[in-house]
């Protein structure tokens, strides 16, 4: 046993139950997400884009593991706050990749603005992105998309301003010389999976492929632990 696990007995963060903070009756009890074409959002088979949706800078597929519901939603809201990184792998141990048929991909976490990023310490995108990627064999790249605006929180707005409001808070990270160009282009070639926590209206994840594709990505998937 862990000198923090007796410090901080670890509770289930829904139940109570000592243990874990994700117990396994809780956890069964949260639904998994359905899967969903991304640009229509209706049922479509392992979550890829219809082919009468896909457009030239649309995702390709998007996978949500669970409704954003119970043990699963306090666990990412609890990763704000607490024992991040626990709770994060954890979190990252309930999610089934070995159903996903990705093999060479690189996941790239949607960037949070510098000033957040300070002040709450860390992306939370970016740590659960980090530890799932390890997990299923998969590259990690921080280095592919810039985040440039902070926009006004997304749950204010309607769904048209909400649209509107996402445009062009994302950049793709210039190379600075032929060197980078040339492994740059080597990363775009792979399948990208551009992965967040929760999956709410899809406009950001979508902005980002968006921008992906734009500097020349082949095959872009979004990945979110959850969808609301
Ligand atoms: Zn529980
Ligand atoms: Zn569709």
């Known amino acids: ?25 809780c956890l069964g009890k949260v639904e998994h997400a359905k899967l969903v074409c991304p640009v229509c959002k209706k049922y479509s088979f392992i979550g890829a884009t219809h082919s009468f949706c896909v457009n030239k800078f649309s995702l390709d597929g998007m996978h949500s593991f669970y409704k954003y519901d119970g043990v699963i939603r ?21 999610l089934d ?31 659960l992105g980090k530890i799932l990627a390890e997990k299923a064999g998969w590259r990690f790249n921080e280095n592919l998309l810039l985040r440039l605006t902070d926009s006004t929180p997304q749950v204010k707005l309607g769904r048209e301003e909400r649209l509107r409001n996402i445009r062009g808070i994302f950049a793709a990270i210039k190379p600075r010389d032929e060197q ?38 082949k095959e872009v998937w979004g990945m979110s632990v959850a969808r609301t």
């Open 180 to 217: 980078e160009r040339v492994l740059r282009g080597k990363l775009l070639d792979k399948t990208i999976i551009i992965f967040d926590d929760v999956w709410t209206t899809g406009a950001t994840i979508a902005e980002a492929c968006r921008v992906l594709k734009k500097a020349g990505a």
């Open 97 to 127: 990749v070995k159903k996903l048929a990705f093999k060479e991909a690189i996941l790239v976490p949607i960037p949070l603005h510098k000033h957040r990023e300070n002040w709450r310490g860390f992306n939370q995108a970016a740590v």
């Open 1 to 25: 046993m862990n000198i923090l696990d007796i410090l901080f007995p670890k509770n289930c963060l829904e139940c109570k139950r000592p243990g874990k903070y994700i117990c396994g009756t």
């Open 74 to 94: 306090k666990a990412i809201l609890a990763l704000k706050y607490r024992f991040a990184h626990s709770i994060a792998e954890e979190l990252v141990n309930c």
